[in-house]
């Protein structure tokens, strides 16, 4: 990829500002050329609810800034009911050191997911199409997180079944609460805001036990 100007450069330099976060140039290139992607096929198929700009940043990148400086190096993370992208791809592409499972059941966003891959050239990362329920019980990552696809308490207690024993299962919560399960133990509590809306968030960090 060849770096060049792009509408979407200054916002995303701002989410990463607001975390702290310093992006390589490959990193911003390839997240641009996904965002930019995104807005293409958003036009013909509704793949976000995104109206602006800020909003599409914002929502896509902005929970993977605040988890990757705390998922440790070479993890092994799987993100169910990743969408669009959120936060599975952006982790991937803002820690190439991660071995990400991308796990999408609807054919026309794993069909998105899979052009990007291709087009930010990222063969590494697994694209799995079907539901979570379907890897129940597998244990075989370090991290397990998700955002929305399932109601928070249903999401960590399949998440205590995807994570191995010493891993962690993330909440990505809005206005709900947090949820309790007894393989779970709370580890993290986070509270922020997506920088460029001011949407309140919050992210829970369980270790998961045997």
């Not at 198929?45 to 988890?67: G, N």
């Not at 393989?183 to 509590?189: F, N, Q, S």
Request: proline share 6%.
């Amino acid at each position: 990829m060849t770096a060049k100007a792009r509408t979407l450069d200054p916002p995303i330099a701002r989410v990463a500002a607001a975390f702290g976060a310093t992006l390589t140039e490959s990193a911003s290139e390839a997240i641009a050329v996904w965002l930019e992607r995104l807005q293409e096929w958003n036009a013909h198929i509704d793949l976000t609810a995104a109206r602006s700009e800020d909003e599409l940043v914002d929502l896509m990148l902005a929970d993977a800034l605040l988890l990757a400086p705390r998922i440790p190096a070479d993890a092994r993370v799987v993100d169910v009911g990743t969408g669009a992208g959120a936060p599975g791809l952006a982790l991937a592409l803002l820690r190439p050191d991660l071995r990400l499972t991308l796990v999408e059941p609807l054919g026309k966003r794993a069909a998105f997911l899979r052009t990007v891959l291709g087009a930010v050239g990222r063969p590494d990362v697994t694209l799995q199409r079907g539901r979570g329920e379907a890897l129940k019980g597998r244990r075989g990552w370090d991290v397990a997180v998700s955002r929305a696809t399932l109601a928070p308490a249903a999401w960590l207690e399949l998440a205590v079944t995807l994570a191995c024993p010493g891993g962690s299962a993330w909440v990505l919560l809005a206005k709900e609460g947090m949820p309790a399960h007894p393989r779970a133990v709370v580890e993290e509590d986070l509270a922020y805001a997506w920088p460029l809306t001011a949407a309140s968030r919050r992210a829970v960090r369980y270790v998961v036990v045997s």
